[in-house]
């Protein structure tokens, strides 16, 4: 069964809204994540997430415009 190709494309443009959505307050000092092990102090690991959320939107902006590529040839 073939992919189709344009629905994929808005899945993936999809992703990349969210994922801009979630780190825009992150970005901007508005919310920050915390994480810590069992009873320990709290570590501030917004940057690891900002560092994260843009790693994951490079490989979306590039998944996308590989599909662009090939719906614009006709596949």
């Known amino acids: 069964m073939p992919v189709?190709?344009?629905a994929y494309a808005k899945?993936?443009?999809e992703q990349i809204k969210q994922?801009?959505?979630d780190?825009?307050?992150l970005e901007a000092g508005k919310m920050t994540i915390g994480e810590r092990e069992g009873n320990g102090?709290?570590?501030d690991?917004?940057?690891d997430m900002v560092k994260h959320h843009k790693s994951?939107?490079?490989t979306y902006e590039l998944i996308?415009?590989?599909l662009r590529a090939r719906i614009a040839h006709g596949e």
Request: aromatic share 4%; proline share 8%.
């Open 56 to 58: 994951s939107l490079r």
């Open 64 to 66: 996308l415009a590989d």
């Open 11 to 13: 899945d993936v443009e």
């Open 23 to 25: 780190l825009a307050p």
């Open 45 to 47: 690991v917004t940057q």
């Open 19 to 21: 994922i801009r959505d």
């Open 41 to 43: 102090p709290w570590r």
């Open 4 to 6: 189709d190709l344009k």
